[in-house]
């Protein structure tokens, strides 16, 4: 019998890492769909952003009470998980607590860190799943949040939640044990019996590992994939200063030529198309940003465009990036190249009306504790508006004329441009 569920148990270990594995292949995938931009310059700078805001979260620490909580949920689940090491041996020789013998009088103390930190993690999910349900925050009731995506984030704390007592449950049901937690919850199993209490913990130790393989393989379809893509979004952040955009490097050669002609090439062609209308026209950052949005909310909450009723949500853009790039890598997979399917992320999953609402001042990328930037997505798709459709509003196209003839805004010569000064 032990035997029987050793081989389960390693065929199971198997099958969770391999799908997970797979999945995250495709993910990958799915963002070189994206077109090729070149982020490797200045290492120092982007380690220290991977330092300071994906380890250290420093962004988070604008609200201090809120940081403490996600490190404790953040830190405190990834170390805790380390104990998987110990049920993974434990389950594939048959062996119990396998590392004590190997650890001695410490491996008291690591156990007893775990259950600290499991209690802690406990006790901030607890809070998190309030906040979002009971207090509801407004960032958290939000319409961009109907349907799978609020279910998603309560499952995934509620999932916490059930993982840390269960590993408490486990402790607390082996009589060997004395930690520092789980022997709290002894007096209430004192009734069982020895054999019982070997079921309970049996019970627990396999309902807990298999809910953390389940939970590995939740993450591709979840906000929660930030646990993993936070640390390369912030590695391959924009270092550029803030509020500084990329300019198309194509329209900037095109004024070139047209005020000094010699430069100009022979045999130069033109650009494919200006902007982005599909998520293949972005690049793969901007594919990366939107699988590692935490759809916390923050950057809608900054936006004074969504704080004056307008239609425009930052979040609602890199959810509906990440849902039309699945839909994009669906049908790679069914047809091993993309087939046109009559649809576009502009248009078809992000509206003019949102795009136009964007005043591009960079309050959401600001905001971002991930280095997310939902406005390079919205210039993106802007463009590809103004100079492939000529959709713009009378009042943009008035400015954009007076640009190319008077090179200001204003409709005055720029020979009269300095008039003012000699004004009376």
């Not at 793969?284 to 465009?305: F, H, I, V």
């Not at 890199?318 to 087939?339: P, Y």
């Not at 993106?380 to 959709?391: A, Q």
């Not at 007076?402 to 090179?407: G, H, L, Y």
Request: overall charge neutral; some cysteine.
């Amino acid at each position: 019998m032990a035997l029987i569920a050793e081989l389960l148990f390693g065929l199971i270990t198997v099958a969770a890492f391999f799908l997970f594995g797979k999945n995250l292949f495709a993910i990958r995938r799915n963002i070189l769909i994206g077109k090729e931009i070149n982020l490797s310059d200045q290492p120092s700078r982007r380690w220290k952003n991977v330092l300071l805001l994906a380890l250290g979260q420093k962004k988070m620490f604008r609200n201090p009470l809120v940081a403490v909580l996600h490190i404790i949920v953040y830190v405190g689940f990834i170390i805790i998980n380390i104990e998987l090491l110990e049920i993974i041996v434990d389950g594939i020789l048959g062996t119990h607590r396998a590392f004590a013998s190997y650890l001695g009088s410490c491996y008291n103390f690591v156990i007893n860190s775990f259950e600290i930190l499991a209690a802690l993690v406990f006790i901030a999910c607890v809070i998190f799943f309030s906040r979002r349900n009971i207090i509801r925050l407004k960032r958290f009731i939000s319409k961009d949040l109907n349907g799978w995506p609020r279910s998603d984030a309560n499952a995934i704390l509620i999932t916490e939640i059930v993982l840390m007592s269960l590993f408490l449950i486990m402790n607390a049901a082996d009589p060997a044990s004395d930690f520092v937690i789980s022997s709290h919850i002894k007096p209430l199993l004192k009734s069982f019996s020895e054999a019982q209490l070997n079921i309970i913990e049996q019970t627990a130790w396999w309902i807990h590992i298999l809910g953390i393989y389940a939970f590995m393989n939740y993450l591709p379809y979840s906000k929660h994939l930030h646990i993993i893509l936070a640390f390369p979004n912030a590695y391959f952040a924009s270092l550029l200063p803030k509020g500084e955009m990329h300019n198309m490097v194509s329209i900037q050669n095109e004024v070139l030529y047209a005020m000094q002609p010699e430069l100009a090439p022979t045999d130069a062609a033109a650009p494919e198309k200006f902007g982005a209308r599909d998520v293949m026209d972005l690049s793969w950052k901007n594919l990366m940003d939107a699988y590692s949005c935490t759809e916390c909310g923050r950057c809608s909450t900054a936006c004074p465009a969504n704080s004056t009723g307008k239609l425009l949500s930052p979040r609602k853009i890199m959810m509906s990036t990440r849902d039309r790039l699945e839909e994009v890598g669906k049908n790679f997979n069914k047809h091993k190249q993309f087939v046109e399917d009559g649809k576009s992320l502009l248009h078809d999953y992000i509206s003019v009306e949102e795009l136009r609402a964007c005043t591009t001042c960079n309050a959401c990328v600001e905001e971002c504790p991930v280095s997310i930037s939902p406005l390079d997505i919205i210039i993106e798709l802007r463009r590809s508006l103004i100079m492939e459709e000529s959709n713009a509003p009378s009042e943009w196209n008035g400015m954009f004329s007076n640009i190319e003839n008077n090179f200001a805004p204003w409709k005055f010569s720029p020979d009269d441009r300095d008039a003012w000064t000699t004004q009376s």
